[in-house]
Nanobody
Framework: QVQLVESGGGLVQAGGSLRLSCAASGRTFSSYVMGWFRQAPGKEREFVATISRIGGGTYYADSVKGRFTISRDNAKNTVYLQMNSLKPEDTAVYYC??????????????????WGQGTQVTVSS
């Protein structure tokens, strides 16, 4: 099983940017579809973005499309989430996840077997 550790969260003003990283260890990183999810207080965990095993396919929630970019570096066992034009409604704990499915169909939490501990992102207005 792969172990995941997120970093890069913090406090930022609306309109600002943050780059989240998720470092993986354990089984071969390139075997996994990788995803980012987020969970705000009192809300369910929601899909943000996913990327295929070699990075050729990326998929986004409508709420972040055009502002967030998911990428991966299989040589570094790391997946990234570049977040631009941040809004207060982006405030949440962000989690990365690893799964074995197909990226184009991996928008649900059930598609992922391993999760990181999360990193807090707070966007002030």
């Amino acid at each position: 099983q792969v172990q995941l550790v997120e970093s890069g969260g913090g406090l930022v003003q609306a309109g600002g940017s943050l780059r989240l990283s998720c470092a993986a260890s354990g089984r071969t990183f390139s075997s996994y579809v990788m995803g980012w999810f987020r969970q705000a207080p009192g809300k369910e965990r929601e899909f943000v973005a996913t990327i295929s095993r070699i990075g050729g396919g990326t998929y986004y929630a409508d709420s972040v499309k055009g502002r967030f970019t998911i990428s991966r570096d299989n040589a570094k066992n790391t997946v990234y989430l570049q977040m631009n034009s941040l809004k207060p409604e982006d405030t949440a704990v962000y989690y990365c996840a690893a799964g074995f499915g197909v990226a184009a169909q991996a928008m649900g939490v059930e598609s992922y077997a391993s999760w990181g501990q999360g990193t807090q992102v707070t966007v002030s207005s």
